[in-house]
């Protein structure tokens, strides 16, 4: 399964950082994964092609909301999300 947008790419999206730099409580949409072998996993777990997340907890777990559903992802996975923070979460 191909990454979202290639990582050569992301680097040129202004305002693109890792997941564990966006703040508590903060919105932020999906830009990339660049962990290759969990990418299948999150995306059955909701953390599809520029889907809205929040942070709720960073550590480990780092917990992050999807839609309705709270997921706890391992520090070292979160590392490898890639957001644009600031989405809109439709509240």
Known sequence: MPPLIPSS???SV???VPLTAVPVG???TLHEVRDAESRPVLKSLGLTD?????????GDPCI?????????????VARCLFV????????
């Open 14 to 16: 202004p305002g693109v």
């Open 64 to 76: 992050v909301q999807v839609r309705s559903t709270r997921i706890g992802l391992s520090s070292a």
């Open 26 to 28: 903060a919105v932020a």
């Open 50 to 58: 520029a889907c809205v997340l929040r942070l709720c907890k960073v």
């Open 84 to 91: 644009v923070p600031g989405g809109t979460d439709g509240k």
């Open 9 to 11: 790419d992301a680097a």
